[in-house]
């Protein structure tokens, strides 16, 4: 998909939330926290034109797995054409409702959940419904990776999950904070 298109996508969709897709420096500099060796199982929310998928798609084991749930239709339209890949499944469904299409077994067995979702929009309480749903999908040790624009979600994620580490990506429009969480316990 095209910048235009993506741009196209924004004006049509407020959730979309940002004019154009994030930079592949960002996009390395998010994926440095997820261990590429070994076979995962990642949760992806918002991939939009799917610029961290793909990424994930080019390094990840031939035994891991991608799940993606993005709200807009026509990027799942986009990414189901443009990801033909057995490792791939994609879903048109909300981040707060990931449990309703995982497999039992996968439930509390997700190694890493991507986020690209501008929380800000959300009301608290759908907030802490995606934040809740996110961890216990989370095995243990299972990381939470979230690019946003500001820091309005530190708060939220210290209560659900008990930790946090921040980095900071300036190159990027707009400039992100990236959250690096780990669940631990339950
Ligand atoms: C800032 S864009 C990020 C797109 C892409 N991941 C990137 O890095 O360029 C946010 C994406 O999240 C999607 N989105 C917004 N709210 C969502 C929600 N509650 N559940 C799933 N997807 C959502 C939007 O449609 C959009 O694709």
């Known amino acids: 998909m095209s910048k235009i298109d993506f741009f196209k996508t924004f004006i049509k969709d407020r959730d979309v939330a940002s004019i154009t897709p994030?930079?592949?420096?960002c996009v390395k500099k998010v994926c440095t926290n997820i261990n590429f060796s070994k076979d995962f199982l990642l949760v992806e929310y918002g991939p939009g034109n799917g610029v961290?998928?793909?990424y994930l798609l080019e390094n990840m084991t031939p035994g891991s797995r991608?799940?993606?749930i993005e709200s807009n239709k026509n990027f799942v339209t986009h990414l189901k054409k443009t990801l033909p890949d057995p490792r791939v499944e994609?879903?048109?469904i909300l981040a707060g409702d990931v449990e309703s299409i995982l497999k039992?077994?996968?439930?509390?067995?997700?190694d890493y959940v991507l986020?690209?979702?501008?929380?800000?929009?959300?009301k608290k309480d759908?907030?802490?419904i995606v934040l809740d749903a996110t961890k216990k999908i989370l095995r243990e040790g299972g990381h939470f990776l979230a690019y946003q624009t500001s820091g309005h979600l530190k708060k939220p994620v210290?209560?659900?999950?008990?930790?946090?580490?921040?980095?900071?990506e300036p190159l990027n429009i707009p400039p992100y904070l990236i959250y690096k969480v780990v669940k631990n316990g339950v």
């Open 90 to 92: 994609v879903y048109n």
């Open 158 to 168: 210290k209560e659900v999950f008990g930790n946090l580490e921040t980095d900071f």
């Open 104 to 110: 039992p077994e996968d439930v509390g067995a997700v």
């Open 66 to 68: 991608l799940i993606l």
């Open 52 to 54: 961290f998928s793909k």
């Open 126 to 128: 759908r907030k802490k």
């Open 115 to 122: 986020s690209g979702i501008p929380f800000s929009f959300l």
């Open 22 to 25: 994030t930079s592949m420096r």
